[in-house]
């Protein structure tokens, strides 16, 4: 079978043309000490039967995992315990961050109108107390997306009453009655990640979003009474009290829990990797997140935004007594 050259053209089955894995083929000037992995990244391959039988329903009902399309590397142990995190409005963003290994190009309006009804039942299959949904940027849907991703809610919320929802939402380019929708929609948890420390978010973020956009959007969130998360990836040459000083306008904004992790160079294509960071400076920035006042802080090399993001949302909340 024919695979797709990272950074290429492609027409999809349904006639979507996209570039492979989100940016076009380019010449990057590589930090030749940030090449080799240290030994902590060492993750099993992904395998069991948990993992066989989440794939199959994802398959089935032609849903689109974020585990998948960003290449998480803790697609194996999330999947075995059985939780996900599902990417709706399809695989293609009409965004292109230089971090991000989501496929690009311009849906044109296209939609899957049976999604929410197959999230649900996805929900349902599982038997899962919580689900991260999450979903591309679609900045060709007049809306952004928002009354789509609230029917997602919405429905689960009908077939799963007692289910958890945290929504990973694009920032609908901060418009105010597009959030509404979405907050609305009967959602636990409202995340947008930040990414990155303000001087860098131009050179890792697509121009369309932007470092005091998503401080707004999260803002306006915690206003409305929900709690509110964010994330950072580190090791593209921020300093530490660059990213004391985000911690801090993360918390002044209202954000009650921050996570912390290494980014991963996905393809050639994308940005470098210009450190990695040690275990024992994560511990450090959690240490400072909890000084800052964050509630919850999850910090570690393999940390994504979503990993084991039940286990904080009933720390918060006091539903657990880990």
Not at 42 to 56: A, I, M, Y
Not at 82 to 105: K, Q
């Amino acid at each position: 079978m024919f695979k797709t050259q990272s950074g290429k053209k492609y027409k999809q089955r349904d006639g979507l043309v996209a570039i492979k894995d989100g940016i076009k083929i380019q010449k990057i000037n590589t930090n030749q000490t940030a090449t080799i992995k240290p030994n902590w990244f060492k993750v099993p391959l992904p395998k069991g039967t948990n993992f066989r039988d989440l794939k199959s329903i994802v398959s089935e009902y032609k849903l689109n995992t974020v585990c998948e399309e960003s290449k998480c590397p803790n697609i194996g142990e999330c999947w075995n315990h059985g939780t996900a995190t599902l990417m709706v409005l399809g695989s293609v963003c009409t965004r292109a961050c230089r971090f991000c290994a989501v496929d690009t190009g311009n849906p044109k309006g296209w939609l899957d109108v049976d999604e929410p009804e197959h999230i649900a039942k996805t929900v349902a299959f599982m038997n899962l107390d919580y689900v991260v949904v999450t979903s591309v940027d679609r900045d060709d849907l007049e809306d952004g997306g928002a009354t789509h991703i609230a029917s997602c809610v919405l429905e689960t919320k009908r077939l799963c009453p007692d289910v958890i929802i945290e929504v990973l939402s694009p920032d609908f380019r901060g418009n105010a009655e597009h959030l509404d929708i979405l907050l609305n929609s009967g959602l636990d948890v409202f995340a947008q990640n930040l990414e990155t420390v303000k001087r860098l978010t131009q050179r890792v973020r697509d121009p369309r979003a932007g470092y005091e956009q998503t401080l707004k959007v999260l803002e306006y969130a915690a206003t409305q009474g929900i709690t509110t998360k964010s994330g950072l990836m580190l090791g593209l040459d921020e300093t530490f009290a660059e990213v004391k000083q985000t911690m801090i306008d993360l918390f002044n904004c209202g954000v009650e829990i921050l996570t912390l992790g290494q980014y991963l160079r996905p393809t050639v294509n994308h940005l470098p990797v210009e450190e990695y960071i040690s275990p024992e400076t994560f511990r450090d920035y959690e240490f400072l997140g909890h000084q800052i006042g964050l509630k919850e802080v999850v910090a570690g090399p393999l940390v994504r935004s979503s990993y084991r993001a039940d286990q904080s949302y009933k720390r918060l909340n006091k539903l657990t007594h880990d």
